[in-house]
């Protein structure tokens, strides 16, 4: 008798075991998705969160380290276009060589970002320069490096200047002085900057004046 009660027990302990199982993995296959929808959501939150291109700083209401003024900060514009400099580097700007080419203090020669102007032997070059000229010389003024493409073929730093609240880059697109001419990679593209041609094109400023000023 006890042989037969010994062998129900077992039956019944592998029969109680089995059917555990059997409601575990139903439950497993149940809540699979779920398990697998809630570890897969932050790549997909991350993919989809994508920066735009960089030209302009943070203004004063947001602070931020010289680490995070790279290509992947948010721009904050502040009155269409002027912005507030921050944690960026001074320099005297000592001479322009033309509406490209800036020579800053300490001999660091700075090729403007994003943009390209006559060459002093072209139409509205000398104007460029001049307009360079009026502006910059002997000025401080803050330099924002382009950290996705610091250096041309010439060796000049590539990079952004500004002016108290102006970026330069783009007065002399709005002046008319240059057009837009980006390089890959930058952290200026060409939609960044496109209103401020069209605005000197629409006003019919410098080079889409019409006019065709002697060469120097």
Known sequence: MLHKHHKRSI??????????????AGLFLTLKPSVFSIASAPSRINSNNKSGTVYQFPDTNIKSSASNLNSNSKVQPINKYLVQPQNLPVYLARD??????IILEDDVRVS????K???NDESFGVGATDFLKRLLEGKEV???????NPQDDFGRLRGIIYLDRKNINIEILRAGYAHIFTTTPSIVGYDDWKQFEDEARLA?????SGEKPAKK
């Open 142 to 148: 803050y330099f924002q490096i382009d950290q996705k």
């Open 204 to 208: 019919k400023r410098g080079l889409w």
């Open 11 to 24: 039956k019944q302990t592998l029969l109680a075991t089995i059917s555990l199982l059997i409601v575990g």
């Open 112 to 115: 403007l970002a994003g943009i």
């Open 96 to 101: 322009v060589i033309d509406g490209n080419t």
């Open 117 to 119: 102007a006559p060459s």
